[in-house]
Structures are given as C-alpha cells and as structure tokens.
C-alpha cells in the first residue's frame, strides 16, 4: 500500500523514525513531503523496499546519527530536491542494493554509503558508452564515505 506517502498530506515535513525504532517500508510512494521522503536518526533502523521517492523538497532518504542504519533495495529515486537522493550524515550507515538514484553524499566521520554492485551487471554496464554511466554522482565530505561492494547473485543449481 502507499501509506507512506505524503501526498496531499498538509503540513507534514516527512515521515520521521527515531530512537532506536526497527521498521520496514516495502511498496510505498513518499511524494511532495515538504522535507525528506523518510528521515531516520537516533539509532533507528529501517529497511527500504520497492519504494519511489518522488519530487520530495528535501532528499529522498537523510540517515543521521551513530547506530543508525538504512538498506535501501530496489526503490528509485525522481526529482527529489533535496542535497542528494540519499543521504547519511554524523556516522550513519547506508546500503543499497538495485536502487535508482541520480546523489548520494556521506558527510562526517563514521558516516558511511556502501553500494552494492551485482558482478554481472557491473559487467553488462562497463561496455556500455552510448547512454554513460548510469551511477550516482557521489559526495563525501569531512570524513564521510561513499563505497562499492561488489556481489554475486546466487546460481540455480
């Protein structure tokens, strides 16, 4: 369902997790919230799935703070007008995996983006010129990171 999304929601600045909550977001659109799309601190956790992130004020998703956690899988990310479509900042930590977004910026120490790159399809994109690199543009800034994990699938036996 889209009960995450802000649309025509009045008022609402974005859908807040906090303090050490555990939540999982799968199938939502977060659209026109007047800040981020979902913006977890304080030690929460959240896990992002098959979710669009769309013309939302400020990012997509902004994790902040020690302890705090995002996994973000195939979710897509459309003029958001935020600093990036993701962002973690003040040593949050951030994954995706088969996700679509144009920014990603890690700022402060400890704060840390890993993207995770399926081999064969890092190798199917490699040769591929007439479109460019379809990566995000990344940024990181007084100690953040922002890094590629490359995985395998598994095979069918």
Sequence with gaps: GNA??????????????????????????????LGAGIAVERG?????????????????????????QGAINECTFIENKGKASI?????????????????LFASNEGSVITVRENEAERDKKHGDTTKGSNKPSCYHVNGGIVRTEIYTEPTEP
Excluded: M, Y
């Design 44 to 68: 929460a956790t959240v896990d992002i799935s098959k979710c669009i992130f769309l013309k939302n004020k400020g990012c997509g998703v902004r994790v902040s703070g020690n302890g705090t």
């Design 87 to 103: 962002w973690a900042s003040n040593g949050a930590r951030t994954t995706l995996t088969k996700t679509n977004c144009s920014i």
């Design 4 to 33: 995450g999304s802000c649309q025509n929601t009045k008022g609402k600045k974005h859908n807040l997790l906090s303090s050490h909550l555990s939540v999982k977001v799968k199938d939502a659109t977060f659209e026109n919230c």
